[in-house]
Every structure is written in C-alpha cells, then in structure tokens.
Nanobody
Framework: QVQLVESGGGSVQSGGSLRLSCLASGYYYSSYCMAWFRQGPGKEREGVALIDSDGSIIYADSVKGRFSISQNNAKNTLYLQMNTLKPEDTAMYYC?????????????WGQGTQVTVSS
C-alpha cells in the first residue's frame, strides 16, 4: 500500500516561510518521480515543483527563486521549502508520486496540507 502523508502547513504572514514535508511509504522511494501540487480557492490544481528519480528539478514560474524542493531518501521524505510567501500562495498543497518518468498521470497522492498566507 503506497501512502503519502504531508505535514508542515499553517498560517503565516506575507514574506514568511514554511517547510512542507511528505513522508512516503510502501514502495522503493528513490525510483519514483515526486512532486508538489497546489490548489487555491476557486482555482485549478497546478504543479509547483517536481524532482525526478535522476535528481532533475523543475519549478513553476510563479515559485522560482522562492521555493525549493528536496528529498531525503534515507528518510523517504520529500520537502518543499517555501520562502518569501505571498497571499497568492494560499492553497492546499499536495504531495504526489509516480513510478519512473515524471511524464503522465500521477498515481499516488497525499491528503494535502493547508497553507494560508495573509497580507
């Protein structure tokens, strides 16, 4: 059974920082593509950042220079360091995973963790 459990969300003021964590279990973590998505109020879900099994990283333009994705394979944990947060970053943040390539449908999802940024 593959499980992804996010944590670290909360409420911060504009300009603040948060670090999200995603604990993965039930599979060989380092062979998977991992990503963070978010869905703000009244918005569609969007990709925030992903990290491929070879370590390649891609960020959405809206978070480049402010967010950083990383993983600790020994702890089976994916992170998202979010700095200089803006009100428009307010959303439910989800961890996702899929085996192999990052292209295609994402197979596994966490339950989400809420991030709220006030101005």
């Amino acid at each position: 059974q593959v499980q992804l459990v996010e944590s670290g969300g909360g409420s911060v003021q504009s300009g603040g920082s948060l670090r999200l964590s995603c604990l993965a279990s039930g599979y060989y973590y380092s062979s998977y593509c991992m990503a963070w998505f978010r869905q703000g109020p009244g918005k569609e879900r969007e990709g925030v950042a992903l990290i491929d099994s070879d370590g390649s990283i891609i960020y959405a333009d809206s978070v480049k220079g402010r967010f950083s994705i990383s993983q600790n394979n020994a702890k089976n944990t994916l992170y998202l360091q979010m700095n200089t947060l803006k009100p428009e970053d307010t959303a439910m943040y989800y961890c996702a995973a899929k085996r192999g390539s990052c292209v295609g449908t994402w197979t596994y999802w966490g339950q989400g963790t809420q991030v709220t940024v006030s101005s």
